[in-house]
């Protein structure tokens, strides 16, 4: 596979059309062309292929989404870019970190790279969705970007920073298609037996999506922790309350 089959872009929840085209500019600059739209303004805005230049292309078979999960289902590896740290946005890697550690990934696999919206970024839950985290290193003194100058960065760490790994040094990992099942049916369980607050189980689940994000499950991993839920969920048929309740 081509650079260009391994890397996507996605834009959630962007406002500006013109940015959308800048951002397809960014990308043809670097040889990039699946650009992925969460949730959009309106892309048919003259702004858009205004701003796009010559590269109307990248805009014209950008695929629109209405939700991030979908966005990401074919892709193994998903990269949050964000510019804020916190109690969950501590494992933050730079962009050319991040080129490093996919080039050890097989070499079939899809890396997302989901930018958020311009005044805000990306929710926390949307973080949560995505297995890496990474910021750009800027001066202290103003650290926002532009959306497009974001994006072109990362690409440009792609472009020429990606080496793929000996093939005896490459792992497939589960994909979003299979995580995120998993983690549906983790929470589930979780709840079922008392362990989560039915009030606020995204705090706890945020917890359990970085300790798996940080295992780098494959398959079959996935496959294995799904069937202990499914006999944790048998076995808690008879299930009588919170342990101390």
Same mark, same amino acid.
């Given at each position: !596979?081509?650079l ?6 996605? &834009?959630?929840? =962007?406002q500006s059309?013109?940015n959308?085209?800048m #951002?397809?500019?960014?990308m043809k600059? !670097?040889? +990039? %062309?699946?650009l992925?739209l969460?949730?959009p303004?309106?892309?048919d805005h003259p702004d858009a292929? !205004?701003?796009?230049?010559? @590269?109307?292309?990248?805009?014209e078979? @950008?695929k629109i ?10 892709? *193994?590896?998903? #990269?949050?870019?964000?510019r804020?740290?916190?109690k ?5 890697s =730079? ?8 080039a050890t990934?097989?070499?079939t696999s899809r890396?997302g &790279? #989901?930018?958020g ?5 990306l929710?926390t839950?949307e #973080?949560a969705?995505c297995r ?10 103003y650290?926002s970007l532009?959306?497009?100058? @974001?994006?072109l960065?990362?690409? %440009? *760490?792609f472009l020429m920073g %990606?080496t793929?790994?000996a093939?005896s *040094?490459?792992?497939e990992? @589960?994909? =979003?298609?299979s &995580?995120e099942?998993? %983690?549906d049916h983790?929470?589930r369980?979780l +709840?079922?037996?008392g362990?989560l ?8 689940m945020r917890?359990m999506?970085?300790i ?5 499950l ?7 922790l799904?069937?202990m839920?499914s006999?944790?969920?048998w076995?808690a048929?008879?299930?009588k309350?919170?342990?101390g309740?």
């Amino acid at each position: !596979m081509e650079l260009k089959d391994k890397v996507c872009i996605v &834009l959630v929840g =962007t406002q500006s059309p013109g940015n959308i085209g800048m #951002v397809c500019r960014a990308m043809k600059n !670097m040889g +990039l %062309y699946d650009l992925r739209l969460v949730n959009p303004c309106r892309v048919d805005h003259p702004d858009a292929p !205004m701003f796009a230049v010559s @590269a109307k292309d990248v805009l014209e078979s @950008a695929k629109i989404f209405t939700s991030l999960e979908d966005a990401l289902a074919d892709c *193994e590896y998903s #990269v949050a870019t964000t510019r804020r740290h916190g109690k969950y946005r501590n494992e933050i890697s =730079t962009p050319s970190d991040i080129v490093k550690r996919f080039a050890t990934c097989s070499a079939t696999s899809r890396v997302g &790279l #989901v930018f958020g919206r311009e005044d805000s970024g990306l929710t926390t839950d949307e #973080v949560a969705i995505c297995r890496w985290q990474s910021t750009i290193p800027t001066a202290d003194e103003y650290g926002s970007l532009n959306l497009s100058q @974001a994006v072109l960065i990362f690409c %440009y *760490e792609f472009l020429m920073g %990606y080496t793929p790994a000996a093939p005896s *040094e490459l792992r497939e990992l @589960a994909g =979003t298609k299979s &995580l995120e099942p998993f %983690y549906d049916h983790l929470e589930r369980t979780l +709840l079922r037996i008392g362990y989560l607050n039915p009030q606020n189980p995204d705090h706890m689940m945020r917890t359990m999506r970085r300790i798996f994000a940080r295992a780098e499950l494959d398959e079959r991993e996935v496959s294995s922790l799904r069937g202990m839920l499914s006999q944790i969920d048998w076995a808690a048929a008879e299930f009588k309350g919170k342990k101390g309740k």
